[in-house]
């Protein structure tokens, strides 16, 4: 920070011993250290916190972003899309709306959407479905298995 050599504290020193003397130049020069120690101390206590919230302001960024990290890879699963779907759907089952009508573009309760069969097709019941007879399975016919080889004639 000071630019001062070796000749400077020379000069600094004798001027000192002659000012003050040299009965009360060690005890000056004493507290003159004590008072520089404090100095160093509450400047590296004051480094030690701006680095430690550094750090905390670094870490809660490192958070945030693993927390987007992870939603991001939750969301783009398409079972969780249904199931938040389906979780929906069945909220907006559970809870109907206070007042019919209240909501338009609301869903309609669920007796409602059920289809309205006219009387004179509700009196007769629907005709049973006729279903051809199944074919007849093809006849399997398995190939005939290769003949054993020919021993050869005196071979050992």
């Known amino acids: 920070m000071f630019d001062v050599g070796w000749g400077e504290l020379l000069v600094i020193g004798i001027v000192a011993l002659v000012v003050i003397g040299p009965k ?6 004493r507290t003159f250290g ?11 206590e004051f480094q030690g916190q701006f680095q430690e919230a550094m ?19 939750t969301s783009a699963n398409p ?4 199931e938040k779907i389906g979780d929906d759907l069945q909220q907006a089952i559970e809870t109907p709306s206070a007042t019919p009508g209240a909501g338009a573009g609301q869903m309609p309760p669920i007796a409602a959407a059920a289809p309205v069969v ?3 097709l509700a009196a007769e019941p629907p005709p049973e479905p006729t279903l ?6 093809a006849p399997v016919v398995l190939p005939e298995p290769p003949a054993p080889p020919k021993a050869a004639e005196g071979g050992r």
Do not use: C, F, H, T
Not at 24 to 29: D, G, S, Y
Not at 56 to 73: G, I, N, R
């Open 55 to 73: 750090r905390e302001a670094e870490l809660a960024d490192l958070k945030k972003e693993a927390e987007k990290l992870a939603e991001s890879a």
């Open 24 to 29: 009360e130049l060690p005890a000056l020069l």
């Open 34 to 44: 004590q008072g520089m120690a404090k100095v160093r101390r509450m400047a590296s």
């Open 79 to 82: 079972l969780n899309q249904i």
């Open 132 to 137: 051809p007879p199944p074919p007849e399975p």
């Open 118 to 120: 006219p009387p004179e």
